[in-house]
């Protein structure tokens, strides 16, 4: 059975970072295309970033502060979060695309200005 368990989400002040893990069982996060997601109140659920091999891909709103990471032996990925801004404020969730989707239960990061 496959689990994705997202940590590290909370309240923050604008400037500040955090750093999102996300632990998979079931599956190894190296035959998967794993990404984060994030959905504020009211709005559609966004890509972030992901990671698909060697390669690591941002959208324009986040590039040059968050940085997506993965620890193969500990089959995690990380989001690194740097200068927040309160319009980052959302339910930040992990994913698994490959041989099926899977989706973690998120984790909430709300940052306040």
């Known amino acids: 059975q496959v689990h994705l368990v997202e940590s590290g989400g909370g309240l923050v002040q604008a400037g500040d970072s955090l750093r999102l893990s996300c632990a998979a069982s079931?599956?190894?996060?190296?035959?998967?295309?794993m990404g984060w997601y994030r959905q504020a109140p009211g709005k559609e659920r966004e890509f972030v970033a992901g990671?698909?091999?060697?390669?690591?891909y941002h959208i324009d709103s986040v590039k040059g502060r968050f940085t997506m990471s993965s620890d193969n032996n500990k089959n995690t990925v990380y989001l690194q979060m740097n200068r927040l801004k309160p319009e980052d404020t959302a339910v930040y969730l992990c994913t698994a695309a490959g041989k099926g989707d899977y989706w973690g239960q998120g984790t909430q990061v709300t940052v306040s200005s």
């Open positions: 990671i698909s091999g060697r390669n690591t």
């Open positions: 079931g599956l190894n996060i190296t035959s998967y295309r």
